[in-house]
C-alpha cells in the first residue's frame, strides 16, 4: 500500500521565492497534518485538516504560511515570500478521524532558503 | 502550553542490554500515546501506541503508560545496533487530534 507522498523531496531556493510542498495522504485517511521540524524546536505542527478543511491552524507562523486541501487526495502549503529561517524539513501525515488513532509521516521535505 | 519532555540523550547502550526510555505529559486529559522512531534523515516511524494504564508488549518493544503520573515508557529488550535512532514520544491533546511531540531522545546501540 501507498504511504503518505511528499513532493518535492528537497527544494533549494533563494529568499524572497514562493515554494509549494505537497502532499497525498493514505488513502482512506481523512485527517491530513502539516509539520515542521528543526533541531532547535524539534517536531511543531503547523496546521491539520479533517474532510478537506482547516480544523487548527494555530501552528502557522506567519501570515507567509497557507495551506489548502482542494480534495480528499491532495493538499498545499505554501510559504511566500520566503525567508532563510524557513528552512526546515516539512512533514505531511495523515491518519483515520478521531483523537485515537496513529498519524502516519510521509518522507518529508527539505528545505533550504538561501 | 501542553508539554511533552523527553531526556535527550544521548542514550549509549551494549548490544544486548535493555534501553529505556521515558516521556512526561503535561495535559492530565491525554488519551492516546505513541512511539515514534526517526532515523537520522529520515521520516518518523510509528512503533508503539498505548492507551491504557499498564504494559504493552510487541516484540522486543514495551510500553508502559502511567496516567496517574503521567508517565510513558518504552523498553528494548535484547538492544540492536539497528535500533540505534531517535525516538519521539508523541501525545495527543485532550478533545483533540492534535499530536504534541517530545524533542526525542537518541539511542545508540553499541556492538
Known amino acids: 500500500d501507498a504511504g503518505v507522498i511528499q513532493s518535492p523531496r528537497h527544494e533549494v531556493t533563494e529568499m524572497g521565492q514562493e515554494v509549494t510542498l505537497r502532499c497525498k495522504p493514505i488513502?482512506?485517511?481523512?485527517?491530513l497534518f502539516w509539520y515542521r521540524q528543526t533541531m532547535m524546536r524539534g517536531l511543531e505542527l503547523l496546521i491539520y485538516f479533517n474532510n478537506n478543511v482547516p480544523i487548527d491552524d494555530s501552528g502557522m507562523p506567519e501570515d507567509r504560511f497557507s495551506a489548502k486541501m482542494p480534495n480528499a487526495s491532495f493538499s498545499t502549503l505554501k510559504i511566500q515570500p520566503s525567508e532563510p529561517r524557513d528552512s526546515a524539513v516539512y512533514f505531511c501525515a495523515s491518519s483515520f478521524p478521531g483523537n485515537y488513532q496513529p498519524q502516519h509521516f510521509g518522507d518529508g521535505t527539505r528545505l533550504s532558503i538561501l | 502550553q501542553k508539554e511533552v519532555e523527553q531526556n535527550s540523550g544521548p542514550l549509549s547502550v551494549p548490544e544486548g542490554a535493555i534501553a529505556s526510555l521515558n516521556c512526561t505529559y503535561s495535559d492530565r486529559g491525554s488519551q492516546s500515546f505513541f512511539w515514534y522512531r526517526q532515523y537520522s534523515g529520515k521520516s518518523p516511524e510509528l512503533i508503539m501506541s498505548i492507551y491504557s494504564n499498564g504494559d504493552k508488549e510487541d516484540g522486543r518493544f514495551t510500553a508502559q503508560l502511567n496516567k496517574a503520573s503521567q508517565y510513558v515508557s518504552l523498553l528494548i529488550r535484547d538492544s540492536q545496533p539497528s535500533d540505534s535512532a531517535t525516538y519521539l514520544c508523541?501525545?495527543?491533546?485532550?478533545?483533540?487530534?492534535?499530536?504534541?511531540f517530545g524533542k526525542g531522545t537518541k539511542l545508540t546501540v553499541n556492538p
Open positions: 488513502s482512506g485517511h481523512n485527517s
Open positions: 508523541a501525545v495527543n491533546l485532550s478533545g483533540s487530534e492534535k499530536l504534541v
